[in-house]
């Protein structure tokens, strides 16, 4: 076991896949893809990282990926990754030849070869190093593979056996790859556990050449930086002394190893890089053998700008250990005063009601504060580029002090709960405008009738919420808003708002807009929610808008008959310009005469996510032999 730092640098967030789990599409399945790379990242102890890039689909060839990414703009994204990780080593998991089939795929490959000597590079994007410095990797390698009728390794290839098992953990690497690899639910990634010898092939496409190991060569010690020697010995003594039973022993030399991480000089680029990253680990180091347990919660998922938060916090020190609380700091706003020592095992609780600031932003994926371009996601600082996530927005802060060392440990404030099925539950708490607006359908389409009623939902983020709704209507359409008043007593309350939207003949397509005027502000904000067990609950507030689309369309044959696919939404959008769609149930399948029907659409992916399907296989090819449907779109 090396006990080596990890990351994994994905390009995209997978926008434009297929999801197998559920209907989200585009921006709603990147959140839930981003989700799953984080859960699988949990499972094998890697970091995560992203760039700007948006999955915009399938890609031919990488040279279209790269018009519509704008290849130098993801290029910078990957040398910041180089920049800031500082990998000795960098794997490739697809070639830049285009044996791994997308566009995209290829196109990480070439990047990332570019990216290996542009890292080190002052002249390459120079702007990065006000907050990095250069880095030169020592090598990169593609990861080759035999998969289906492509093979792409070679016996003169480095050789690695990755079916190692680990008596620590109590797991093959390859048990553990397959439980990281199934958190991709959305994908069907599901995967059978490996045991027994793995031999994984690497082709060397740049950098030093090596005979038997990725780290030839590579000093992963303290000494291999200047000025650190004493700090490598009091590791090694340390672990010749390690307890496991007894973790609270060992307290007083992490102590004096982060003493000596603390006085490393900052002047020199690299040094303050790693003393950085090592007290953070020393820090969590002195956690762990402490038993120390802390927590922020509080007593709602909900939180309004300018309101009050109830807060509990808890700290807990499980092994015999002098552990002094000195305070607890809340929102960096104001502080409870302690200055106790924790009697083991006893759990001290701390309840805190502050206000949140007005100025706080609302709780939204970064990367969609902004609206995207087809091939990138707009961030409003270098800082966020490569986050998996945001960092939490409301924090408490715990001043304690271990064997002399002072500590401020900030834990992000969650909201639990305990759920009769899944026992304790946890979720981010959420800071929402005190209302938000959602139309129901994304996609208005004005084909056969000049009108539509449609509906809007306001819903209460807070108790006692009264305003009006109102409308920004495009040139060429006219909207009747039925009630634009609504009042809400409760939290979570809704109110559902009837519109009659009028097109002119002449009218374009256009956005719809919606927004609600409370006690004189303006909120213009919809919600959206994701909720599956193997990830965290999410959610995206975005614009509350709808498309308006005025079409003529010239139809025959209205009757379709749906069999769904995989995040199928294609039914209700065939019901909006006309047509009679009926779902095709298996029962259907077994006793209709499919031939009332003038066709059939089935989903994408729908055998992938209908196992009886194969069972009507007959059936529905007889339907098509028969010659019988006809249906036709002319559109003008």
């Not at 990414?69 to 998991?93: E, Q, T």
């Not at 909720?531 to 010239?554: F, G, M």
């Amino acid at each position: 076991m090396r006990k080596l730092r990890t990351g994994y640098l994905s390009l995209t967030r997978g926008d434009g896949g297929q999801n197998l789990v559920g209907k989200e599409q585009a921006e709603l399945l990147g959140l839930i893809r981003t989700q799953e790379l984080l859960a699988a990242r949990r499972v094998d102890g890697a970091e995560q990282f992203f760039t700007r890039a948006n999955d915009f689909g399938y890609s031919k060839n990488p040279e279209e990926t790269f018009q519509i990414w704008n290849k130098d703009s993801i290029l910078y994204d990957v040398v910041l990754a180089i920049r800031k990780f500082k990998p000795d080593v960098i794997i490739c998991r697809f070639p830049t030849t285009g044996e791994g089939g997308h566009g995209h795929h290829t196109a990480s490959a070439i990047l990332a070869l570019e990216a290996f000597d542009a890292a080190a590079n002052p002249k390459m994007f120079s702007d990065q190093l006000n907050y990095t410095e250069v880095w030169q990797a020592k090598r990169i390698f593609w990861n080759t593979f035999n998969f289906g009728t492509t093979n792409t390794t070679a016996p003169n290839q480095l050789k690695i056996d990755v079916g190692v098992f680990n008596p620590l953990l109590g797991k093959s690497y390859g048990e553990i790859a397959a439980e990281s690899r199934s958190m991709h639910k959305s994908q069907g990634f599901g995967s059978a556990k490996q045991r027994g010898t793995n031999i994984e092939y690497f082709k060397l496409l740049k950098g030093d050449s090596v005979k038997s190991d990725l780290f030839e060569g590579i000093n992963t010690l303290w000494t291999r930086l200047s000025g650190t020697e004493k700090i490598q010995n009091q590791l090694n003594e340390l672990l010749k002394s390690f307890n496991p039973e007894l973790p609270e022993n060992s307290i007083s030399a992490l102590v004096n190893i982060y003493k000596s991480i603390q006085s490393l000089d900052e002047k020199n680029a690299t040094l303050k890089y790693w003393k950085v990253l090592k007290l953070k680990e020393t820090e969590q180091l002195l956690l762990a053998c402490a038993g120390l347990f802390v927590e922020a919660s509080a007593a709602n998922y909900i939180a309004i700008p300018g309101q009050e938060l109830s807060i509990t916090a808890q700290i807990v020190c499980r092994n015999k250990v002098e552990v002094m609380m000195n305070k607890v700091s809340y929102l960096n706003q104001s502080d409870t005063i302690v200055s106790s020592i924790l009697k083991q095992n006893e759990l001290y609780t701390f309840k805190h009601k502050e206000k949140l600031a007005n100025t706080i932003s609302y709780s939204n994926p970064y990367w969609l504060n902004q609206k995207a371009s087809n091939g990138r996601f707009q961030v409003s600082s270098i800082s966020l580029i490569g986050k998996p996530e945001n960092d939490a927005q409301a924090k408490v802060q715990f001043d304690i002090t271990i064997a002399g060392l002072n500590l401020k440990i900030d834990r992000g404030i969650i909201y639990k709960s305990t759920d009769p099925v899944k026992g304790e539950v946890y979720r981010p708490v959420e800071i929402l405008p005190p209302a938000t607006v959602n139309f129901m359908e994304k996609v208005i389409v004005f084909s056969d009738a000049p009108s539509k009623t449609i509906q809007l939902v306001v819903k209460a983020n807070s108790v006692n919420v009264s305003g009006t709704l109102k409308l920004n209507a495009p040139s060429g359409w006219t909207v009747k808003i039925k009630n634009a008043e609504f009042k809400l007593v409760a939290k979570d309350e809704e109110a559902i708002i009837d519109v009659e939207i009028v097109a002119d003949k002449k009218a374009e397509h256009a956005v719809l807009s919606a927004s609600l005027l409370i006690d004189g502000n303006t909120y213009s904000k919809s919600i959206k929610r994701i909720e599956y067990d193997h990830i965290p609950y999410q959610i995206i507030l975005s614009d509350a808008e709808t498309k308006l689309i005025n079409v003529d369309l010239k139809k025959s044959g209205l009757e379709i008959g749906y069999i769904p696919g995989a995040g199928d939404d294609v039914a209700a959008c065939l019901k909006q310009v006309g047509y009679n769609v009926t779902i095709l149930t298996d029962e259907l399948l077994v006793n209709e005469n499919l031939s009332k029907y003038n066709a059939i659409v089935t989903g994408v992916r729908a055998y992938n996510t209908n196992d009886r399907l194969q069972v009507h296989y007959n059936k529905l090819m007889e339907y098509i032999k028969s010659g019988k449907f006809s249906s036709s779109i002319q559109y003008k």
